[in-house]
């Protein structure tokens, strides 16, 4: 009999107790990138860093012949597809391309180098949302702006630096002009449609400020939501439940819910367990499992639990706040002031409530 397939947290449980005997031992790349997807799919930035730095610094010389190449053949002509059979590794296509070069074919050499790099562009992306995510928005700059010298028309990286740089920018006019750039250019490359209306509202937001010589208006602080929430993975959408499942789902929560109060964090992480069995995304049972998790310490469980309650609904401002306090405890100051920043803005009752002010003094003083 076929064994199931492991889960992601199974994956990452093992390889934490394979790390040892892991180090020092040679990966191809595709293993680097699959190790970084995987960390950064479930919210563990630093290790998902240091996979794409594997993987970035393997293809930095590759990547460097691949743009000189680029440069110096004629615009008009478009590289056709890489003439290698099989499945090749990267290493191979590489190869390919270097040979390709060397012999004067250089546009089916820019194909074998573009089928090699192409996920070059993804490590990048998501290396940078995770240097974001975890304060350092000049890596994070970096890392947008090297992937945009592969695919220049990359609608990800043009709607994430003009967010990043808009974002830090209040007093620094330069830096503001820049954000209006990449957005500008973000806007004619066909965006997704959510971006786009965020985009074209917060724009006219940028241009305020840079018209006010880089001040934003006090009555009109930055609500860059995309930003602030970080990259969040769609949730499979809700299942449809038949009345005995939807029955068991409601229960899951209540009994979750009074677990939560009562302070029993494990019992209440079982129930929302049990519930999102039922509906892995539903916005109770992902919220609440994400609140369990962070009183009992699991920061990083916490983290994607909480995320996914936010794929169901971005603007929830209880997720939102629990997401400053795991980025809190996790030392991230930086996240932690983006996520109460906009618990204050968007929902005044709970912050009051929750004593945002004070967090988000002491989030910023930390930073």
Request: proline content about 7%; glycine content about 8%; some cysteine.
């Amino acid at each position: 009999m076929m064994e199931p397939a492991m889960s992601a947290k199974e994956i990452l449980d093992r390889l934490d107790k394979m790390k040892e005997q892991l180090k020092g031992r040679p990966k191809t790349a595709e293993i680097e990138f699959a190790l970084g997807n995987l960390y950064y799919e479930n919210s563990r930035w630093p290790e998902a860093i240091d996979s794409y730095r594997q993987l970035l610094e393997r293809a930095e010389a590759p990547l460097d012949r691949y743009l000189k190449l680029r440069e110096r053949t004629h615009p008009a002509n478009e590289p056709g597809p890489c003439e290698v059979h099989g499945q090749p590794s990267f290493d191979a296509l590489i190869a390919s391309a270097d040979q390709l070069a060397q012999e004067g074919q250089a546009l089916k050499a820019l194909a074998c180098y573009e089928a090699a790099l192409d996920p070059m562009t993804v490590a990048l992306t998501r290396q940078g949302n995770a240097w974001y995510l975890i304060g350092n928005e000049d890596k994070a700059i970096e890392d947008h702006e090297r992937a945009l010298q592969i695919t220049p028309n990359s609608s990800d990286n043009l709607f994430f630096l003009g967010a990043i740089l808009f974002e830090g920018g209040d007093g620094d006019l330069p830096r503001l002009k820049r954000a209006k750039e990449y957005w500008q250019r973000f806007l004619r490359a066909k965006p997704d449609p959510d971006r786009e209306k965020l985009v074209s509202k917060d724009i006219l937001r940028l241009q305020m400020a840079i018209d006010n010589h880089g001040h934003l208006p006090a009555e009109m602080p930055p609500q860059m939501r995309a930003m602030a929430v970080g990259p969040i993975q769609p949730p499979p959408p809700a299942p449809r439940l038949g009345q005995p499942q939807q029955r068991a789902l409601d229960e899951a929560i209540a009994r979750g819910e009074a677990a939560l109060s009562a302070k029993r964090w494990q019992e209440a992480h079982e129930a929302f367990v049990e519930g999102r069995k039922l509906d892995a995304g539903n916005l109770k049972a992902a919220r609440g499992d994400g609140i369990a998790l962070l009183s009992l310490g699991k920061l990083s469980d916490a983290e994607a639990a909480l995320r996914d309650a936010l794929g169901r609904d971005p603007d929830d401002s209880l997720a939102l706040y629990e997401l400053g306090e795991v980025f809190f405890k996790g030392e991230h100051y930086t996240g932690a002031a983006r996520f109460w920043s906009q618990v204050l803005e968007q929902d005044p009752k709970l912050a009051q409530q929750m004593g945002v002010q004070g967090k988000l003094q002491a989030a910023q003083q930390a930073q």
